[in-house]
């Protein structure tokens, strides 16, 4: 037996306890966003680093002004081995409404589901199960060989689904520390169950907080209905200004950077077949929303986006309450591409907002994280190995893609670090994060860990 | 001392007690639009029943298929004196946002605020300081006279605050036991704090819920941001199109059946010598917002509007959460006037939200209370009267105005039991009503008992 073909049978071997580790993990409940679970946070990282000294590596609880970071080095077989920086996020979304969850997100369990087994909880996939399947992967090389194939830093992070406040004064102060030849991210999806994929471009992200206020209080709408302005209504107005008939969003400025996807890529997305009618069928929709006359792939992964993600104001509560309420809140979002400037899309949007408020009304602004799109060579020798590696894992041959979401620690790791990130994930899109029932299927966990061990053999063979 | 003096002076005497019986109430938290305070409603409506009794009222608890009713009977000095049917509910506004409020809504307690001693809680106000201050004069006549001037009726509701379901039914199913010479409803405001104020007209109200629905579960907004509908986006629209640039309502047909206000009525209204900037002031605004060209009394006693009361959709949590809703809902109410029918409106008002619908998105309603405006006339005996009793107490005559606000019963009381009714309230336009911090002046209790002691004269001397 080859020394890969063991290390694989060990990770196969070691799946019922890899499946009871990433429990152990769920269980914790690490939401970053809510300052609540912020003692929840830090045992996520301890358990981290206590399951990493098991592994051999030299790991510890980093701290920072948020929640705390999670460092650890692992030597290679060689000290001329390739040196890989791995990174993943501990923490977790919200859970509400917890009422739509058929289970407690916080009890994971395995379930079928479409004939599939899936390991059910908050986290299963966003990003405990992505980030053990590195994990584990490592535990199968030690137990086969008392070593790893190429040398390891790790770095976890807890702040990822709130913005990663504390991310760059890290990155910054622990430079030298962190540098590594590149760096591997597993945070992304599958193109399909069969395909797995390398993500060549990413989204970035602007969130702005923007409260619009009028009256000194709440008013009953009897005595001053029609007379008083209403921060809903001046919202309301604001929120729809945002997009154009044709789906476009209005903001001054907007598009600059902003670049047509090239026929060649376009072309290879549309064979990727895929039809938009698929991709929003699994959601209950049918019509692509967003920009007219532009596929589901090129919106969500080439185009930029003004989206409101949350919106409050006045009594919201059973029943009924004729109120003019004195303020009123929207959290909203910007997806950028190309070369947009994240600090001058907040700038717009805010001078948008202010251009648009009546006498008597103002607006107080919260910034929620900013980060310019990425966009990664299509074509390089660590992306080549991972191809190699990951086709020769799943069943289909790995594809390059775009991708919609975020992570803005690549451009970090670009900037800051001077390294090429690979971004490859086993998740599905239908694993519903972000939403009740997040789940994670035992086979993307399973040949996950797989994936890993693959790619580090062929990163190590140089 | 003539008559009326000595009754008078009992109800200076009897103040301290007076008070206490306030405080009592205001302590039951009969909050009726939420379904957990459904025991206090009831709790309510019995120590309105006792209370009732102990002064000579034969009064009961009576079923409905919501909070309980209270109705009570009592003798006048003679078999033919007028009969009077004494309206006020005892349900309150719910609280939120409780941190807002400076002490708690349900321990009254008497305070200086601006020179003035005032009664603070919730319901203060709106309308249980209200109610009482006709229950405390039917004592003051007891206790001196044994009985009343005139023969009264005494009907409490408990679902005033939430849009009055049972009410209709409950009238019509007792029609016959109801039904007296006019009515007295006591839940509306001085004109200012030396100014007692006779309503004439009252705007109606139609209340509707939308739910706008698209995606089957909320969505990442990195996956599927710009090619997902997002129902806030489609809710913003709609509310936005509500009102065009002049602040007129856009809805088809909204305006039939509102007339111009005729301009000797403006005349009055403008000699009442408070400007617009007067009004606003007081919330912190210093321009009308609603329909351009119209004064602030105008616009809130003779047009019709459509507010939104409430808004909710996608994460409202601490944080940031980047997620695109599968609904969002607004609470839209109108104020009607004229001859605008409630029921028309709300069609309109649902037709416009479907015509707005872009693909996939459906929307769903609920009805939350419809009636039409009122027009009392603006000269009656009844009116006259009751204009010379209020003129008498306070230092300055008493004026006849309009009302912003909706008092459902007003209509149902003409409509259903053919009874003129008489709106005198001693609530002030700073009380906080539907707010945090809602107080009653203590003088609005005290002259308000002694008020209605005269009205009661002046009605028993025909």
Redesign the interface.
Request: proline share 6%; hydrophobic share 30%.
């Given at each position: 037996m080859s020394d890969l073909a063991a290390v694989l049978d060990r990770a196969d071997q070691n799946l019922p306890q890899s499946l009871e580790r990433l429990f152990e993990l769920v269980r914790v409940k690490s939401i970053?966003?809510?300052?609540a679970y912020a003692g929840e946070c830090r045992r996520a990282a301890e358990w981290l680093v206590k399951t990493l000294q098991e592994l051999g590596f030299a790991a510890s609880v980093r701290e920072t002004a948020g929640h705390p970071m999670v460092v650890a080095h692992h030597d290679g077989a060689s000290p001329d081995a390739p040196h890989a920086l791995f990174y993943g996020h501990y923490d977790v979304?919200?859970v509400?409404p917890l009422n739509l969850w058929d289970r407690d997100p916080f009890d994971p369990t395995i379930r079928e589901e479409n004939g599939r087994d899936v390991i059910t909880g908050r986290g299963t996939s966003d990003d405990k199960g992505q980030l053990l399947t590195f994990v584990e992967a490592c535990r199968a090389y030690k137990d086969i060989n008392g070593s790893l194939p190429i040398r390891v830093t790790i770095l976890f992070e807890g702040e990822e689904?709130?913005?990663s406040p504390s991310l760059k004064p890290f990155l910054e102060a622990n430079a030298a520390e962190l540098k590594a030849d590149f760096a591997l991210v597993c945070d992304t999806?599958m193109w399909d169950r069969e395909t797995p994929a390398i993500s060549a471009g990413l989204?970035g992200?602007v969130?702005e907080?923007v409260i619009v206020k009028?009256?000194?209080?709440?008013?009953?709408?009897?005595?001053?209905?029609?007379?008083?302005?209403?921060p809903?209504?001046v919202?309301?107005?604001i929120?729809?200004?945002?997009?154009d008939d044709t789906g476009r969003v209005t903001l001054s400025g907007f598009y600059e950077g902003v670049e047509e996807t090239p026929e060649e890529i376009k072309a290879m997305w549309r064979s990727l077949g895929r039809s938009?009618a698929d991709?929003?069928g699994d959601?209950?929709?049918?019509?692509?929303?967003?920009?007219k006359g532009r596929s589901?792939l090129e919106?969500?992964w080439a185009?930029?986006?003004a989206?409101?993600?949350?919106?409050?104001?006045?009594?919201?509560?059973?029943?009924?309450?004729?109120?003019?309420?004195a303020r009123?809140?929207?959290?909203v979002?910007f997806?950028l591409v190309g070369k947009q400037d994240p600090e001058k899309i907040r700038a717009a949007f805010r001078a948008y907002v202010q251009s648009c408020l009546?006498?008597?009304c103002t607006a107080e602004f919260h910034p929620?994280?900013g980060s310019p799109a990425i966009q990664l060579p299509y074509d390089s020798a660590l992306l080549n190995k991972a191809k190699e590696a990951l086709s020769a894992e799943w069943p289909k041959p790995a594809v390059v893609v775009g991708?919609?979401?975020?992570i803005p620690i690549v451009g970090d790791f670009q900037k800051m670090l001077g390294m090429e990130s690979l971004l490859a994930g086993f998740a599905l899109?239908d694993d519903?994060?972000?939403?009740?029932n997040e789940k994670y299927d035992r086979n993307s966990y399973h040949r996950g860990i797989r994936s890993w061990i693959r790619v580090m053999d062929r990163l190590a063979a140089r």
């Open positions: 970053s966003t809510d300052p979304q919200p509400d689904e709130s913005g999806n989204r992200l969130g907080e009028a009256a000194n209080r709440d008013l009953h709408s009897g005595y001053y209905g029609g007379a008083a302005a209403n809903i209504h919202l309301s107005r929120l729809a200004g945002l997009h938009d991709f929003l959601i209950g929709l049918s019509v692509p929303s967003g920009e589901v919106l969500t185009r930029p986006t989206e409101v993600n949350g919106i409050e104001g006045g009594y919201t509560g059973e029943g009924f309450k004729t109120v003019i309420a009123a809140s929207a959290k979002s997806r009546p006498a008597d929620h994280g991708m919609g979401g975020s899109s519903r994060i972000h939403s009740p």
